[in-house]
């Protein structure tokens, strides 16, 4: 039953929210546009908010129902909890249903430590507004938000003591890592900032996996 459990959190947590948004609502492929990326912010700069509002709350509660639901199913540890939430994680960011491509992982992250540390959620969401309300770039608010992800769940109230902490040091690495093209990006002055749109200018040639 856990390792079942296991599967489905990786099942629910690859389901393409703004994929299927896009398709159903606006009759196109998200990964053919702005970024390419299956994520509330690209779907913010091609669909537009009305989109982006419904696949960024989809995406959080990916993160979230497998370690506050799938508990309460089968008797397991702390560690197998955080692993239904790494599999989600990693199911968004790897989702079988399009291809292994998806988003980031910021928002089903966030998802994921709401249950576990959401004062350090909440002192993230603030952190991460600020970091990109000032630049213009919602790719640094992520990763100085990811950066600092660790040191926040350990000074702030959580579950689940220091394993916790390292679980929020391996996710936030993990999310710098995603964020690896938009850091290169940065770096050259190249990043579009936040508000731009983006639905008639096709995604830069990408390699496989996840996508910017």
Known sequence: ??????????????????????????????????????????????????????????????????????????????SWILAFGAAAIFGHMFSVWVGFSGGKGMATAAGVFLGFAPWAVLAGLIMWCVVTFTSGYVSLGSVVTAFVLPFLVAFMPHQGGLTLVWFSLAIGAFVIWAHRSNIRRLLVGREPRFGSRGRRDKKESQGPGVVT
């Open 1 to 78: 039953m856990t390792y079942l459990l296991l599967v489905f959190s990786y099942l629910l947590g690859s389901i393409p929210s703004s994929y299927i948004v896009g398709k159903v609502f606006h009759n196109i492929d998200l990964r053919e546009f702005g970024s390419g990326n299956l994520g509330a912010t690209n779907a913010f700069r091609v669909l537009g908010a009305r989109s982006a509002v419904p696949v960024l709350f989809i995406d959080v509660l990916k993160g979230f129902v497998p370690i506050f639901l799938f508990p309460s199913l089968t008797s397991v540890g702390f």
